[in-house]
């Protein structure tokens, strides 16, 4: 059984450009949660979505956004980059929006501003 | 979440176990503590989690003092693939997880050979 992929793993965009970030979750998860990891911090909780909805939003200004599709995979979308938006994002699914059983994680997409 | 502290880091011999400590003494009855951990430009790992009694799985035990004020992550024989940022986390239990993981700084531990 496959994780949960994300792609690309590396990308690199120029201050002001917008990006997409997609990620697939375990077969069977209904829920993708998307995290932003900073160099030398934890991850910060940016959105969780379940069941196609929208059911948690962190504290992250309206530049990012995302959406799940019927099979349950998800993009995060940025827009008008920043440099501060350099970091390794990270998608987690779990098979049902609480979250409860553990999450399980992707390896994440390294995204750098310049 | 209730708030969580952890040490910055902590050293452990190889073969030996190593026991992390949380504290997390503004937890509230039915939230339960999780642990992750992060290896090195990989993506956090689950790794056990517990309510009030003490929990044993393939990777490791929790132990959960009977105030809940705080727990202890145990991997009874550390090897050096065990190097990594271990993150304990209580999640608000009525937010039906919406409000996703505060992870905190977590505690590195470093296995030495």
């Known amino acids: 059984d496959a994780g949960v992929t994300q792609s690309p793993t590396h990308l690199i965009k120029t201050r002001g450009q917008h990006v997409t970030l997609r990620c697939s979750p375990i077969?069977?998860?209904?829920?993708v949660s998307w995290y932003q990891q900073v160099l030398g911090q934890g991850p910060q909780f940016i959105f969780q979505?379940?069941?196609?909805?929208?059911?948690g939003r962190g504290n992250f200004p309206d530049r990012f956004s995302a959406r799940q599709f019927p099979n349950y995979s998800s993009e995060l979308n940025v827009n008008a980059l920043l440099l501060g938006d350099s970091a390794l994002y990270l998608c987690?699914?779990?098979?049902?929006?609480?979250?409860?059983?553990?999450?399980?994680f992707g390896s994440g997409t390294r995204l750098t501003v310049v | 979440d209730a708030k969580t502290t952890q040490p910055p880091s902590m050293d452990c011999a190889e073969g030996r176990a190593a026991n992390l400590p949380c504290n997390h003494s503004?937890?509230?009855?039915?939230?339960?503590v999780y642990w992750y951990r992060q290896i090195h430009s990989q993506g956090p790992q689950y790794i056990i989690h517990?309510?009030?009694n003490n929990e044993t799985n393939e990777m490791a035990s929790l132990i959960i003092t009977e105030d809940r004020k705080s727990s202890t992550l145990i991997l009874p024989h550390a090897t050096l693939r065990d190097t990594a940022v271990y993150y304990c986390?209580?999640?608000?239990?009525?937010?039906?997880?919406?409000?996703?993981?505060?992870f905190g700084k977590g505690t590195h531990l470093i296995i030495q050979p």
């Open positions: 987690a699914s779990s098979l049902a929006g609480v979250g409860l059983y553990g999450y399980t």
């Open positions: 077969s069977g998860h209904k829920s």
């Open positions: 979505y379940y069941e196609k909805e929208e059911r």
């Open positions: 503004t937890i509230s009855g039915n939230e339960y």
């Open positions: 517990g309510l009030k």
């Open positions: 986390i209580a999640p608000r239990a009525s937010g039906g997880g919406a409000d996703g993981l505060t």
